[in-house]
């Protein structure tokens, strides 16, 4: 069935790709005229022409060798979403490694830079880069929401059928891109990049193993590294995993949960160049309690009774015997009780269970009556 919808997608690119080609035709006739030329030739051609009068003639050889490599993928249009926070100086740079390695493999593709309330100079160096080329996109968010909400803007706005996920400090190597597609092309909905030999400090490298293992083992997802910036998907993924809070770093679980098949490929690492990090002690924290909600949500959300009502009649059991032991014990053989601390016990436990109870019955009504609301404001973007 995972086939088929990835066929299904793959067919209905190449069907949409004439009437996306056409109606920006339309509505940019003399735009395209004017930078191709090529306008009246067949649209598909037309697109390539369009690239290659951009740059110089030497690249002629490389155009003719496009359709192939698209085809080898088997995507019609790849998106790079790259959210980023302070990062002015890593901008330009990874713009241009983005291009090289995204150039040779695809004509059609778009990069996307998600601004998460950046505080420096990062939004003018993007606005350069897109007022230069217009396959640079952004979104700039009003403040600081996160990461997790710059992927998910980022991931709304995607328009390619494979989308790559990138961190913007030059730490992830664009270099890796089509050996992402390769193996997501063999067949996979979501594939992760896996830092095997990792430039972070030694304390990071630590505990990020020790996470690795714990989500390993509780989400069931056979991968690595889960957190890695370095990822690539079909769109599908992308447009149905809902990523807020910080649950980035948990985007293969929700993934592998939803039904999609999730791999995972080595990737290169390097030191982060310029900045800092952004994330600081409090992740190892944030990081465990979010494993908590991924499970819950996950697995519990449509069906909180289940959850909460499991451990309510666990406790409201067990207090139900205690209890019922000592009312034995004061009709039968005339023992005080009064004083006793398992009586204080079995109370407890049945009143605690009664509310895991009351707070199951309000989780349902509250599933029954919310609906999905962004979690961002958007200050400004050119999509
Ligand atoms: N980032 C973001 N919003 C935040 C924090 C981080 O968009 O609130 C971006 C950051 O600019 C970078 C990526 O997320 O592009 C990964 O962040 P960082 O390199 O600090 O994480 P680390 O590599 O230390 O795990
Ligand atoms: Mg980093």
Redesign the pocket.
Known sequence: MEENNVKQNNNSAQSQNKPVEKKSGDENKNQNRNRSGNYHKKRYYGNRNYHKSDKNKGEKKEDIRQPSRIKKFGFRKVSIVVPLLNEEESIKPLYSQIKTAVDSISSDYEIIFVDDGSSDDSLKKIKELASRDRKVRYISFRKNYGKSPALNAGFDKASGDAVITM?A?L??DPAEIPNLLTKLSEGYDLVSGWKRKRH?PFVKRFSSKFFNYMTRIMSGIKIHDFNC?LKAYRSAVVKTVDVHGELHRYIPVLAGWNGFKVAEVVVKHHP?RYGK??FGISRFFKGFVDLLTVIFTTRYIKRPMHFFGFFGFLSFMLGFLVNGYLSYEKIFHGRAIGNRPLLFLGMLLIIVGAQFFSVGFLGEIIVHYTRDKKAYSIKEKNI
């Open positions: 961190d400090d730490q992830d972070d910036g982060r990090t952004k």
